[in-house]
């Protein structure tokens, strides 16, 4: 469990911003496949060719590990609206402890992946080639789908701000993850594997949205950045879609339906209604209807964990699933 205790102070410094860099980040495990996602399979199909020949070993030693990404690879945006070139100033201007405090929870002594060793060992001599390796993987995989991803960032940071100004921060944190609650004066995040306690101390709290994190909730919570929490927009199911790359449906959805299709591919692993519903803009009415048809056709199971219900594809679903498309639909900037 990760506890955030707020005082006075910070419960008026909660803010929201977007960030190309965290979005260059958590792509890199969907494209090196540690991090599966079958709703961003068209953007991956559309960035394994673009990426080819560019030497990212180092880049995928430090982001496609499973259980931590270094906090100096992805720092809190200073801005509402970050901008890229800003971002990785800030990761070449990264104090040498930092970095290699970071590195040490990805490993210690001969645990440490020998490719990273020169970055412990110098990294005012190493971070301008990490951050050279990061601006080329933008360019080929990022940067020509970034519109898309920041339109719909930008309109769930509107939502959340709108939350924000008529509930305040429980209201923001009814939907947002199922991880996440909130109560009277402190952010409870269910991490089970991760046990820490932070006050801000008056620095708030930024809350970050982006698209590659789905379906999970990241959390920095180390000094000396500000606390974040980085979750995934709303309608993301529809990101890929005919109406924003310009591609044919898919099989599966000329079967059943567009809306059951984007819920299978979503339930890669469990997920709540009141996800499902935020990620593809429906009701929680229609989200319930169509699990209950799709779990008549054994494409569905649900259970109970908590105060929520989770929902999964079956391996028939995800069969279904895997079947070719007729056509490519790469994404379009």
């Not at 040490?104 to 060793?117: K, M, N, S, V, Y």
């Not at 997920?271 to 803009?281: F, M, R, V």
Request: with cysteine.
């Amino acid at each position: 469990m990760i506890e955030i205790i707020f005082g006075p102070d910070d419960l008026t410094r909660i803010r929201f911003a977007r960030s190309p860099l965290e979005e260059l980040v958590h792509s890199v495990p969907v494209l090196a496949g540690t991090h599966r996602a079958v709703v961003h399979r068209p953007w991956l199909e559309f960035a394994a060719g673009r990426v080819r020949g560019l030497d990212l070993r180092i880049l995928l030693a430090l982001a496609q590990g499973p259980r931590v990404v270094p906090d100096f690879l992805a720092p809190p945006p200073e801005a509402l609206t970050g901008e890229f070139r800003d971002e990785l100033d800030a990761i070449a201007a990264t104090p040498a402890a930092t970095v290699r405090g970071a590195l040490d929870e990805l490993g210690t002594g001969d645990a440490l992946p020998a490719l990273l060793r020169p970055l412990y060992d110098d990294p005012e001599r190493e971070l301008p080639g990490l951050v050279d390796t990061m601006a080329a993987y933008w360019r080929a995989a990022v940067e020509p789908v970034w519109p898309r991803l920041r339109a719909l960032n930008d309109a769930d940071i509107a939502h959340r701000a709108g939350q924000l100004t008529t509930g305040g921060l429980a209201k923001v944190f009814d939907d947002l993850h199922p991880e996440a609650r909130y109560e009277v004066d402190r952010l409870l995040i269910d991490k089970p594997l991760h046990f820490a306690r932070r006050s801000p101390d008056g620095t708030g709290l930024l809350l970050v949205p982006c698209v590659f994190a789905w379906p999970r909730l990241l959390v920095l919570h180390n000094e000396p950045y500000q606390p974040t929490l980085t979750y995934s927009p709303r309608g993301i199911g529809r990101l890929w879609t005919d109406e924003a790359a310009g591609g044919t449906e898919q099989p599966l959805a000329e079967l059943i339906g567009r809306s059951r299709a984007a819920l299978l591919a979503h339930l890669d692993l469990p997920l709540s209604t009141s996800q499902l519903a935020a990620y593809l803009d429906l009701t929680s009415a229609a989200v319930s209807q169509h699990l209950s048809v799709l779990r008549r056709n054994s494409l569905v199971t649900s259970r109970r964990s908590g105060r929520w219900m989770l929902h999964q594809r079956t391996q028939l679903a995800g069969e279904l699933l895997g079947a070719p498309a007729r056509h490519a639909a790469a994404p379009k900037p």
